[in-house]
């Protein structure tokens, strides 16, 4: 497991980069789409939805891929290869509220919540690639 | 095959965005990184280098994704799933400087050239999913 470097942790967790998840089809091609994301001091956050197709590829294979690039500064970016190691319901809706506030400054739609899910996916670094991070 | 319409080729073609390209690991596993883009009207263009990693993956297995999100609007994007039908280093030089022209609004470092073979990767599109684009 690779800690994040703190250079590398603020893309995921600072301003409102969009990260890029990647994760395999049942036929083995990847499938790639853009995802708030968040970091917690051990593992990369994402929040979805259950039902939606990266979590239902991510219950069948936990092997997944994530980039970034800051907004504000397209030289700094980051490319991780790692592992989903939970995926949960506990505190999902808390969170897509929090990243709805740095994201676009303001709650998230409540009426979004009605009949979804929200799932918190813990991913944990395995491979770290970066460039100009600071 | 999947012909873009103009509302999503418009986000590989134009402006800066920067697209996330995903290519499958030897092990089955997924890998993704940022990359420039463009569209020649059939196909989604990716501009490497001879010997990048993506570059190996996608000469084992043809299968990638890409997505994007447009720079000034982030609730404009396209996710594609499809596979790449050629690898070629013709024009490539060219083509890195005119996406150099397009990201940078300057050449491509002539020096970053030398002791690298460019290379445009062309990706047939297959299944397209977007939301907002315009």
Redo the contacts between chains.
């Keep these: 497991m690779a800690k994040l470097e703190e250079t590398i942790s603020k893309l995921f967790q600072e301003g409102?980069n969009?990260g890029?998840?990647?994760?395999?089809?049942p036929d083995?091609?990847?499938?790639?789409?853009?995802v708030w994301i968040d970091y917690d001091g051990a593992h990369i956050l994402v929040n979805s939805a259950d039902g939606r197709l990266k979590v239902r590829n991510i219950r069948r294979?936990p092997?997944?891929?994530?980039?970034v690039?800051a907004r504000d500064n397209?030289y700094s970016?980051a490319?991780v290869?790692g592992r989903v190691v939970e995926i949960t319901p506990d505190g999902a809706n808390q969170h897509i509220n929090k990243l709805s506030h740095r994201?676009m400054g303001q709650d998230y739609p409540a009426e979004r919540l009605v009949g979804e899910q929200r799932l918190i996916i813990k991913i944990e670094p395995d491979r770290v690639?970066t460039m100009g991070a600071r």
Tied chains: 1, 2.
């Design positions: 409102a969009i890029h998840i990647a994760t395999v089809m083995g091609s990847p499938q790639v789409t853009p294979n092997h997944v891929a994530i980039s690039v397209p970016m490319s290869r994201y690639y």
